[in-house]
């Protein structure tokens, strides 16, 4: 009987090292992304507002196309596949709710990105070569100022998502910690 109790506590705490893994993998690419989101944000759009309608049409472009790789892929849906594994993992836990919301934010990023970043993204690369496009200026002006509106939007639902991960972290270690403490202080008497 006390070899049941010892397997079965063992077996628990992998399930808990698992759990904590998942969430921090979770965390991480949420970050990754939330990273992207935030330099486009600071850097990237700022700099094309600086350049002609044409070379900002095809930098967007490029930067579009290229985009469009598994590396980013697998950060971009992995941060949501990730959350909803951690916050089915953490159902039982205190840190359930900031897990499910973490989730529930992330996919408004997603919600956000298909319904309005990647049409706007699939009308610029209809517009064709910017060295053929009659008027840059209302190409460019259709879709640069929604783009980077939406994109400050997906920016702040990320960092959220983000934030939410990093309290159901600190709530599961928090946890975690007590346990341990509690299951030593009781294996001392």
Same mark, same amino acid.
């Given at each position: 009987? &006390?070899?049941?109790?010892?397997?079965?506590?063992?077996?628990?705490?992998?399930?808990?090292?698992?759990?904590?893994?998942?969430?921090?993998?979770?965390?991480?690419?949420?970050? %990754?992304?939330?990273?992207?989101?935030?330099?486009?944000?600071?850097?990237?759009? $700022?700099?094309?507002?600086?350049?002609?309608?044409?070379? #900002?049409? =095809?930098?967007?472009?490029?930067?579009?196309?290229?985009?469009?790789? $598994?590396?980013?892929?697998?950060?971009?849906?992995?941060?949501?596949?990730?959350? /909803? !594994?951690? +916050?089915?993992?953490? @159902?039982?836990? $205190? /840190?359930?709710?900031?897990? !499910?919301?973490? %989730?529930?934010?992330?996919?408004?990023?997603?919600?956000? &990105?298909?319904?309005?970043?990647?049409?706007?993204?699939? =009308?610029?690369?209809? +517009?064709?070569?910017?060295?053929?496009?009659?008027? $840059?200026?209302?190409?460019? =002006?259709?879709?640069?100022?929604?783009?980077?509106?939406?994109?400050?939007?997906?920016?702040? %639902?990320?960092?959220? +998502?983000?934030? #939410?991960?990093?309290?159901?972290?600190?709530?599961? @270690?928090?946890?975690?910690?007590?346990?341990?403490?509690?299951?030593?202080?009781?294996?001392?008497?």
């Amino acid at each position: 009987m &006390t070899q049941n109790k010892a397997e079965n506590r063992a077996e628990s705490r992998a399930a808990g090292r698992s759990a904590q893994a998942v969430l921090g993998a979770a965390t991480v690419a949420n970050g %990754l992304v939330a990273g992207v989101w935030y330099a486009y944000a600071t850097s990237v759009m $700022p700099a094309l507002a600086r350049s002609d309608d044409r070379i #900002c049409i =095809e930098v967007m472009q490029n930067i579009n196309e290229v985009i469009q790789n $598994p590396v980013f892929f697998a950060g971009f849906f992995g941060a949501l596949i990730l959350a /909803a !594994v951690a +916050a089915w993992q953490q @159902r039982r836990s $205190p /840190a359930r709710w900031w897990a !499910v919301a973490a %989730l529930v934010l992330y996919a408004a990023v997603l919600l956000v &990105t298909t319904a309005v970043n990647i049409p706007l993204n699939d =009308e610029l690369a209809a +517009a064709g070569d910017p060295a053929r496009i009659a008027d $840059p200026a209302a190409v460019r =002006e259709s879709f640069e100022d929604p783009w980077v509106a939406w994109n400050v939007v997906r920016l702040v %639902l990320s960092t959220a +998502a983000l934030a #939410c991960l990093w309290r159901a972290t600190a709530l599961v @270690r928090q946890t975690s910690a007590y346990l341990v403490s509690a299951a030593g202080s009781s294996a001392s008497r």
